[in-house]
């Protein structure tokens, strides 16, 4: 047992060692700049690895994978007193735990799962939270890789972020698109005068854009007709009445039977009304007939 | 004329000469010719290419809020000072006993064709910055620069270019992009009458009738530059084409129509004989992102939740 603990080590050791060399090998300095637009304070070579696991596919038995991950995993808890208030730098340990959360549905394994993808929303909390802190510059694509897991309040802080800074798309419509999922999001939030205000801001700003406005008009029809006005629709389909379910045999019979015995009592209540009323006038006509006798 | 970009000019004939630079543009003169001088009849020059610097861009707002996309690049708004149209005031004059005896004029100008091509020849040898290798976009013929065709009717959004040329570069990008249009319609008919179309958890899924929507078609490398971080990519030689589903970005809406979109296209491949992919940050989606849901956890694998939109070119 010991001998096995000690080739273990041994290997993960090797493995710690060859780690950097062979990906700095592999990939270029620029892996996480490149996609995320930021420096990423850390060692880039960290960085640039973690931000591969989560855009690559990566090419490695599931064994290794796990060594590797627990390996960046130590390095990045070793750096979290240093850098505990620097954006960028929760956005790389949340992406991390994303990763081990992807590894671990790969095993199968439910609980360490849904765990890491916790501890992922926690971390991107963080980094969205000291975004606006001096110091902490995050950029639109950052923003746009954390809102896809994160509840809907803070996905909504995000891609406020993202639209602020620019968007991240590859082209000019995924920008309105953008401002598009900003009104649907705050709509569905309920935070409707939100809704409506950030759709004027996104009309000033196609306006001033010099954007050809009739490729956008089947747009901003939509969004007006199908994110706005959603609220309103749903309240009118649901004042409208429900066609009653339609009624079997024996239901009919019962309320046929229901309905004669109503009639019957209905029937025997005006009898006694009308007998006792030409029981009181034969009765009043009889003394008339006997007070006029004795007269 | 010339411009500071550009340099000096570079004689590919035996003329040679010092030129001067004035107010209305760049001065040469070439030396006496005799009747000895051979190839007179041509007068070659180029002007050298201007050095490339995307490092110089930058992404997101810049100065005054307005936006600054990829690599940079200048969408070609300002053409004059990135790919200015030259133009060359040729004077002929004859002599004869060192006396005029006769003087002719021509301009010889670029048009709308040669400053795309002179993009190409710009852009031709870019050193990719960051990751992959560098770009060797082949320099169109002259006729393969046509005007804009008409976009298929389904096909909502831009058209097939945004380019400032009205010209366009068409390999095949128009017929792929209505074969894709047709079997996502096609697929999502089917699977609207057939109301059988199940999520992960196999809950029943309502199927948005989503149009597609055409965001990029041809793009002239200055653009392309400004968008994507491709440097040598298919969009540049009128290959490619770039396609969302017309709902709010990452919405259950867009997730589930990127998932009728993508099925639609496994379903026909065969017919449509091309490469796509879908796209999430300007990178496509792993293989884990089709199998998992964590991203949100609602049904739908993270592939679709995250697309922001599909690629798919022809095959060279």
Known sequence: MQMLNIKFSTLLTCLICIMPLSTSLCLAETHFIEQFQVDPIIDKTLANRITEYYSEDIDLPLKQQRIELLALDNKLESLSNKHKNIAVFWFIKGLHHKNMASYYIEEKNTPLTNSHMKLNNEAFEKSIKMAPLSGNKLSASIFSTMKHSLPQDLKIEATKHEISLGGNGDNDSYYWYLHWSNIDQLEKAGRKEEAKQAYKNMQRELKNSGADMSIYQTLTSKIETETLNRLPQVKSQTSIKKPEPAKNKKEKVKEKVKEKVYETKYIVILAVILLSIVSIVAVTAYEVLQNRNKK | ?316
């Open chain 2, 1 to 316: 004329m010339l411009d500071k970009q550009h340099g000096t000019i570079k004689l590919l004939s035996e003329f040679s000469g010092d030129g001067r630079m004035l107010n209305s543009g760049y001065h040469w003169q070439s030396k006496l010719l005799d009747t000895n001088t051979k190839n007179r009849h041509q007068l070659i020059f180029r002007p050298a290419p201007f050095s490339h610097q995307p490092a110089v861009y930058k992404k997101g707002k810049g100065p005054k809020g307005k936006r600054r996309k990829y690599g940079g690049g200048t969408r070609n708004i300002d053409e004059k000072k990135y790919n200015p149209k030259f133009s060359y005031d040729i004077t002929l004059t004859i002599l004869e006993n060192n006396k005029i005896v006769g003087t002719h004029k021509a301009n010889l100008s670029m048009d709308r064709i040669d400053m795309i091509r002179q993009e190409y020849i710009n852009h031709y040898d870019i050193k990719r910055y960051g990751r992959g290798e560098n770009g060797n976009i082949p320099i169109p013929k002259r006729n393969e620069i046509s005007s804009i065709p008409d976009k298929p009717e389904k096909l909502a959004g831009n058209p097939l270019t945004e380019s400032q040329y009205k010209l366009i570069i068409n390999d095949g990008m128009l017929d792929l992009a209505k074969k894709i249009s047709m079997a996502y319609t096609n697929n999502l008919n089917k699977l609207k009458s057939e109301d059988s179309f199940y999520d992960l958890k196999m809950n029943k899924l309502n199927i948005p009738d989503n149009k597609l929507w055409v965001t990029s078609g041809w793009r002239n490398p200055e653009r392309n530059e400004w968008y994507s971080n491709a440097v040598n990519g298919i969009h540049q030689r009128g290959g490619a084409v770039d396609l969302i589903i017309m709902a709010p970005a990452n919405s259950r809406q867009s997730s589930i129509g990127y998932w009728v979109l993508w099925n639609a296209l496994e379903e026909k491949k065969a017919d449509i004989n091309a490469y796509w992919q879908l796209e999430s940050n300007g990178r496509p989606m792993t293989t884990r992102e089709f199998k998992q849901d964590i991203e949100p956890a609602n049904g739908i694998p993270d592939a679709f939740d995250k697309a922001d939109h599909l690629h798919a070119n022809v095959k060279y």
